[in-house]
Antibody, heavy 117, light 106 residues
């Protein structure tokens, strides 16, 4: 069965950095575009970042709200995708979901990132 | 950037009702639209892809339609387990979720 398991969330102060991870299994990871989607408490879904596959040069795309601060990466040998978050702001507080494919058929259960002083 | 506007934001209906949820794009998205269901405390679940294709394992009560800028998710006979928030999502140009429609049982 397909599994996406996020980890690495926690409480950080504004302007600090945090790296969250997603471990994938049950599908051919190297063939799948990977995404991060977030949801602030009580709010809707917001697409954050996308990374394509090796044949597509691992091209990356970002929401304007995180461009220049967040970096998505992947390690196909480990079936892992990461989100490096720098210069965090209080408005980045959210549940961060890892999701795979097009359409977004597979989702993890999320990891909570709280940015607060 | 493409904006996605969902209406209504809150919908209350009775069990057995036919319900329609709307999603309007700020420009033509060429049917590149998906629908997701999110129940309280859970991750989103894909219901419909490319406007009108039912994801494997999803009840045939759900159907999608639309073209251009206007899209619809229809539940043919509302069931208690359909209580959730529903999001449309476009991937034609960039990636954008709608603000959601919260569906309740009357």
């Amino acid at each position: 069965a397909v599994q996406l398991v996020e980890s690495g969330g926690g409480l950080v102060q504004p302007k600090e950095s945090l790296k969250i991870s997603c471990a994938a299994s049950g599908f051919t990871f190297s063939n799948a575009a990977m995404y991060w989607v977030r949801q602030a408490p009580g709010k809707g879904l917001e697409w954050v970042a996308r990374i394509r596959t090796k044949p597509n040069n691992y091209a990356t795309y970002y929401a304007d709200s995180v461009k220049g601060r967040f970096t998505i990466s992947r390690d196909d040998s480990k079936s892992m995708v990461y989100l490096q978050m720098d210069n965090l702001k209080t408005e980045d507080t959210a549940m961060y979901y890892c999701t795979a494919g097009q359409p977004l058929a597979y989702w993890g259960q999320g990891t909570l990132v709280t940015v607060s002083s | 950037d493409i904006q996605m506007t969902q209406s209504p934001s809150l919908l209350s209906a009775s069990v057995g009702d036919r319900v329609t949820l709307n999603c309007k794009a700020s420009q033509n998205i060429n049917k590149n639209l998906e629908w997701y269901q999110q129940k309280l405390g859970e991750a989103p679940k894909l219901l419909i892809y490319y406007t009108n294709n039912l994801q494997t394992g999803i009840s045939s009560r759900f159907s999608g339609s639309g073209s251009g800028t206007d899209y619809t998710l229809t539940i043919s006979s509302l069931q208690p387990e359909d209580v959730a928030t529903y999001y449309c999502y476009q991937y034609n140009s960039g990636f954008t979720f709608g603000s959601g429609t919260k569906l309740e049982i009357k």
